[in-house]
């Protein structure tokens, strides 16, 4: 199994431009889960779903962030106009119910 | 608000020695704990967990202690090598699928 897909790797933008971070979860899992690393605040969860249906996105700073799952094997974090705050690692996990969570290698985003 | 704290950002240890990462949680609710290590460029992979009604899980030279009356859990490493060298998150949950993550804790082991 390839584990979890995302894309881009590094996205560098600049203020106000839309950003959209794409995931694949495992083949299989069922959960979803978007997270954002940052120094001060460590793994931050943004918002999971669980059978392509959002169940928790609390986790999400504002309203400039979205996340849509429009299929199994697919999910998309959108961030909408984007602001150098937004400066992080976003990395995306699945799982099977609440098993193991497993992680991609993140997007490494940067905004100027 | 945290609900899961590492104290220590860093920590360096000879090769060899035993290696102690500590965490601590606020949320009794909590009755899962995991441990995941994450290297450099990469996410963060799943090491050990243990749940509430243990104080003790081990496996090979990872072992985590739960403390449940001092909302502490730490996990032991012994002996360190230098490939253990990574960022080690301690997570929780509360029966529900999302995780708290604490900030990490970057260990150096020093050949």
């Known amino acids: 199994d390839a584990g979890v897909i995302q894309s881009p790797r590094h996205e560098v933008t600049e203020m106000g431009q839309e950003v959209t971070l794409r995931c694949k979860p495992i083949s299989g899992h069922n959960s979803l889960f978007w997270y954002r690393q940052t120094m001060m605040r460590g793994l931050e969860l943004l918002i999971y779903f669980n059978n392509n249906v959002p169940i928790d996105d609390s986790g999400m700073p504002e309203d400039r962030f979205s996340a849509k799952m429009p299929n199994a094997s697919f999910s998309t974090l959108k961030i909408q106009p984007s602001e150098p705050r937004d400066s992080a690692v976003y990395f995306c996990a699945s799982s099977w119910d609440s098993e193991t969570q497993y992680f991609g290698p993140g997007t490494r985003l940067l905004v100027l | 608000d945290q609900q899961v704290k590492q104290n220590s950002p860093s920590l360096s240890v000879q090769e060899g020695r035993i290696s102690i990462l500590n965490c601590d949680y606020t949320?009794?609710?909590?009755?899962?704990f995991l441990w995941y290590k994450k290297y450099p460029a990469e996410g963060p992979t799943f090491l050990i967990s243990?749940?509430?009604?243990?104080d003790k899980n081990e496996d090979g030279r990872f072992t985590v202690f739960l403390n449940k009356s001092a909302k502490h859990l730490s996990l032991h490493i012994v002996p360190s090598q230098p490939g253990d060298s990574a960022v080690y998150f301690c997570?929780?949950?509360?029966?529900?699928?999302?995780?708290?993550f604490g900030t990490g804790t970057r260990l150096t082991v020093i050949p």
């Open positions: 997570a929780a949950r509360t029966g529900a699928n999302n995780l708290f």
């Open positions: 949320n009794s609710m909590f009755d899962y």
């Open positions: 243990i749940s509430s009604i243990k």
